[in-house]
Each structure stands twice: as C-alpha cells, then as structure tokens.
C-alpha cells in the first residue's frame, strides 16, 4: 500500500504531486488575495469617489470596477506555474496567453473609460437633446469596436505574427462580407449620415412620402416614428436617406393661405374696410403676423378677398388653434358688421311681357 509520500514523489509532466500541490495552493492563495484586494480597492474608491467633486476618482473607480475577475484567476495560475518544471512549448504558451490576457483586460479598462466618458458627457445634455444623446452613444460603440480592431492587431503582433499578413487576408474577406452585409453597411453608415448632418433628430416631427409621425429614436440600422394615429413606424436609415424627409420642427413659422367671398350687393365702403378688419383680427392674435389682405377679383357669384398670415409657432396644434380663432373672429365680424358671405346662388329674372303676349 502506498503511504503519502511515495504519492507525493510520483512524477506527471515532469512535475511530483507535490509540486504540482503547491502550484494549485499558489494558484488559490493567489486568486482569493487577488480578489479580495479588488473588492477592497473597489468599496474604497467608490467611498472615496462619493465625498469629493473630482472627475479623476470617478474614473479611476470605474476602471477599477472593469478589472475581470476571469482574468485575476488566469494570472494566479500563470504565477503558479513557476514553482513548475515546464517544456519550451508550454513556456511559449504560457507567454501568449498572458499577453493575450493583457490584452484583453487593456480592452476593458479602455470600455470602462469610454462608458464613462460617455455617460459624462449624457448627464451634461438636458432634455430635448435627443439627436445629441443618440450621437455620443453611436460615438462609444464606434470608439469601442476601433479599439478592439487596435488590440487585436497588436495581439496579434506580439504573438510573433505578421499583422500585415493577416490585415491583408481581412481585406479580402472584407470585401466578400461588405457584399453580404451591403444593405447593414449601407444602414450603418446612413445613420452615420444621420448623426453628423442631423437632417432630423430625436422628436421632431418629419414626414417621409406618405408617412409622419415625431421620431423616438435613431439606431444603427433603423429609425422609429411615432405616427399621429399611435403607431411604430420603423424604417431603414438607408431608405430614409433616399427620401425627401420635410422636417416640420425646423419651420420658424407657417404660412396660411385662404379666400373669403362677400355678396355683390355689399356696398363699395364695406368692400373698403374689409381689409382693414381683416388686419386688425389678425393682428390680436399673439402668435400671428400678418402677411396681406387685397380684393382679388370678381367670381361668378362673390367678390373675392385673398389673405395671407403665419402663425409663428412651428407646432401643429398652435396652428390650428390660431387658425380656428381667426375664422371664428373673421366670421363674428362680419356678422356684426352686415356683412354677407356669398354662397352659390342663382338669380332667376321672369318678363311679365312674355308672358302677356302668350294670354293674348
């Protein structure tokens, strides 16, 4: 029967059972220090970040936070490995996975501090800024997948690889994915478009061909609207690049067209004044500016006034409202004043002599 130390003594890979024990308690000792020191750090930093009005401890907190746990317990099994007898092959793996490990912790400290940039610069935007809200996000994950294109090839790199060589080989496999993907890309970059030219943002209220509604929110591949009747519209940014998009937040006022008929029997100094009672109506109204008030013609049974105004509110129900309230005063006006709005009529004119000679 074999006692504990000839079971300590026996050889694997190169290594007793006893070495390889101690590797393990090493790896262990290692990984829970490791850990119990990053939360430590964490609680503290995130303390110490609460009491001061710095931006720095902030940051360094939520670096801290990304350190992975994963890759605090590969790097105690790295450490471990040296109370080990290792081949040159193990020895070389061992290198590429830390550098690999390096790497990729590198690539989520620098998350970190993009999501933190980011959020720094979302709490600084006030509402409304729905455009702006949408471009710092598509900014992160661009910044995001830059950096981890960056990281890759130095990984790469370090490995011993020829970066050029695989660079060269992603070109060409690019291209045949740019192919399948063409109508994404084509999403992905429009939004680009979107985001830079800001044609519309986040809560205006546009219409697209035989479409409307105010947008909610501008994506990476789509955009949504909100239509009047309650709605998702969801559209392709690629689609909507190709469209005439009227943007009805951007209009600093509207413009309002209309004629009025009056009877041909009013008389010469009422057709005077209407325009100057016209004027005067729309004058009262705070979000209204008068454009011009003229006697435009002679119809078949009205003589004809044609108005212009612009309420000076791009929103639909200031519009309304204010369109409404004039027609209502226009109409009380009149009304006051004698004046008759001509309707279609017809006049009928009987010759009583006609008729006599007919008797006759």
């Known amino acids: 029967m074999l006692n504990i ?84 092959q193990v020895s070389a793996f061992r290198k590429s996975a830390v550098v690999i490990c390096l790497f990729v912790q590198v690539g989520f400290w620098g998350c970190g501090f993009i999501d933190y940039y980011v959020s720094r610069k979302l709490a600084g935007i006030g509402p409304g800024a729905g455009a702006s809200i949408t471009h710092i996000k598509s900014l992160g994950f661009f910044a995001k997948v830059i950096l981890w294109v960056i990281l890759v090839i130095l990984t790469v790199d370090n490995l011993g690889f020829d970066p050029t060589t695989i660079i060269a080989g992603l070109g060409v496999g690019g291209i ?25 943002e986040v ?39 190709q469209s005439r998009v009227k943007n009805y937040k951007r209009m600093d006022s509207r413009r309002i067209l209309f004629s009025i008929g009056v ?31 003229h006697f435009s013609g002679y119809g078949d049974f009205s003589l004809n006034y044609e108005i212009v105004y612009f309420v000076l509110s791009p929103l639909y129900d200031d519009y309304r409202n204010v369109q409404q309230n004039i027609n209502l005063k226009i109409f009380k006006k009149f009304f006051d004043e004698g004046i008759e709005f001509a309707y279609p009529t017809q006049k009928v004119f009987l010759d009583s002599t006609v ?6």
């Open 263 to 293: 009877v041909y029997e009013t008389s010469y100094d009422d057709l005077v004044r209407i325009p100057s009672l016209i004027r005067e109506i729309i004058e009262a109204e705070t979000k209204a500016r008068f454009g011009r008030a």
């Open 5 to 88: 130390e000839q079971i300590l003594s026996r050889t694997y890979l190169g290594n007793s059972v006893e070495t390889w024990l101690w590797a393990l308690g090493a790896a262990i000792v290692l990984a829970f220090v490791f850990n119990f020191i990053l939360k430590r750090l964490v609680r503290s930093f995130a303390r110490f970040a609460e009491k001061t009005e710095s931006d720095f401890d902030d940051l360094v907190s939520a670096l801290v936070e990304k350190t992975s746990v994963v890759l605090i317990l590969l790097f105690s099994i790295y450490v471990a490995t040296f109370f080990l007898e290792i081949t040159q």
């Open 355 to 360: 008729g006599g000679e007919i008797g006759d």
């Open 203 to 241: 809560g205006d209220f546009i219409v697209i061909d035989n479409m409307s509604g105010d947008v909610e929110h501008i994506g990476l591949k789509t955009t949504r609207l909100r239509s009047l009747s309650g709605e998702q519209l969801v559209l392709s940014n690629n689609d909507l690049l």
């Open 176 to 200: 045949a994915v740019a192919l399948a993907l063409q109508n994404v890309l084509g999403d992905l970059i429009a939004s680009l478009s979107i985001i830079l030219d800001k044609p519309f």
